[in-house]
C-alpha cells in the first residue's frame, strides 16, 4: 500500500506531508513540507543562490 512521503530536511525527518520537490545546485532532489520549502527559499535567497522549487504532483505526493 503507498504511504504519503514526509518532508525530508538537514534537521532530519519532519511529520508533514511533502509538498514540493527541490534541488540545489549540484546535489539530488528531495521533497519538503511547505513550512520547510519556505524556508529554504529563504535562506537560498539570503545566500544568493538559485533554489529550484516544484510543486509536488498528486501521484508524487506517495511512494509507490
Known amino acids: 500500500m503507498p504511504e504519503i512521503r514526509t518532508c525530508?530536511?538537514?534537521?532530519g525527518e519532519c511529520p508533514a506531508p511533502a509538498s514540493f520537490r527541490y534541488t540545489w545546485p549540484g546535489r539530488d532532489e528531495a521533497?519538503?513540507?511547505?513550512?520547510?520549502?519556505?524556508?529554504?527559499?529563504k535562506i537560498a535567497?539570503?545566500?544568493?543562490?538559485?533554489?529550484?522549487v516544484i510543486p509536488l504532483?498528486?501521484?508524487?505526493r506517495?511512494?509507490?
Do not use: D, F, I, K
Not at 8 to 11: K, Q, S, Y
Not at 45 to 52: E, W
Not at 57 to 60: G, K, Q
Open 8 to 11: 525530508t530536511n538537514v534537521g
Open 31 to 41: 521533497v519538503a513540507c511547505v513550512v520547510h520549502a519556505n524556508a529554504l527559499l
Open 45 to 52: 535567497n539570503a545566500m544568493g543562490m538559485h533554489l529550484r
Open 57 to 60: 504532483e498528486p501521484e508524487e
Open 62 to 64: 506517495v511512494t509507490p
